[in-house]
């Protein structure tokens, strides 16, 4: 079972860091963490992702628990144009596809 | 640039009228995907394609087709639509090795009447 479980929706404040949750308890060893957003009338954008240790990149970073039951997306400054539906996902079936479930709708206020 | 393209955007149609989505990506991946998302149900798969001449059922996969005969093009056929195909669509690729990350197209709004 590849879900993972989010909150269904955070709010925060613009230029203000956002620590987006994700549980994904059952993950394997050899499983990597997707983080993917989608903002309004778009198709899903890939974020980030990672496997063991903490992860940076232009977009936002990945700081996953040292169990890899758990992980968290932080946006370090967020900004109006964050705001969309955020996925953590574990690729299923030998990474033959996205589970997407319901992911975090995230709010940003001005 | 890198990208995936979806023709059309938007389409309106009427029931058994058989009608094709084109997919194509210009970034050599093996792996491309069709899925679709509708409220409350979130993104379902419809059928993937790990490369050419080969394609496999997603979790939604009936009343679609697909066929894969060049890297770069995946369509979605649906040959006789019904109502309840009225969906948001999305293709996606990836290289076919980890880490797996996904790229998506615009989408295609489908409208069955």
């Known amino acids: ?20 949750p994700c549980n994904h308890s059952t993950i394997s060893g050899t499983d990597y963490i997707h983080w993917y957003r989608q903002l309004p009338s778009q198709g899903p954008e890939y974020v980030i992702h990672g ?9 936002a970073s990945l700081a996953i628990a040292e169990d890899r039951k758990s992980s ?26 996205l589970v997407f479930g319901q992911g975090t709708r995230l709010t940003i206020n001005p | ?21 084109t997919c194509s990506q210009n970034m ?40 894969r005969k060049e890297k770069r093009n995946f369509p ?7 109502p309840n195909q009225t969906s948001l669509y999305f293709c996606a690729s990836r290289r076919d090795r980890a880490p797996y990350e996904q790229y998506f197209g615009p989408g295609t709004r489908l409208t069955v009447t």
């Open chain 1, 72 to 97: 968290t997306l932080i946006l370090h400054r967020a900004t109006l144009r964050d705001a969309a539906v955020y996925y953590c996902i574990r690729p299923d079936g030998g990474a033959q596809k």
């Open chain 2, 28 to 67: 050599n991946h093996e792996y491309m995907s069709w899925y679709r998302q509708d409220p409350g149900l979130g993104l379902r798969q419809i059928y993937y394609s790990m490369n050419v001449e080969v394609t496999d059922k997603g979790d939604v996969p009936e009343g679609y087709k697909v066929s």
């Open chain 1, 1 to 20: 079972d590849a879900k993972t479980t989010q909150p269904n929706s955070m709010e925060s404040n613009e230029e203000e860091p956002v620590h987006l």
């Open chain 1, 51 to 59: 496997l063991t240790s903490n992860v940076n990149n232009r977009m």
């Open chain 2, 1 to 21: 640039e890198a990208q995936v393209t979806q023709n059309p955007r938007y389409l309106i149609t009427v029931t058994g009228k058989k009608l094709t989505v």
């Open chain 2, 76 to 82: 979605l056929i649906l040959e006789s639509p019904s």
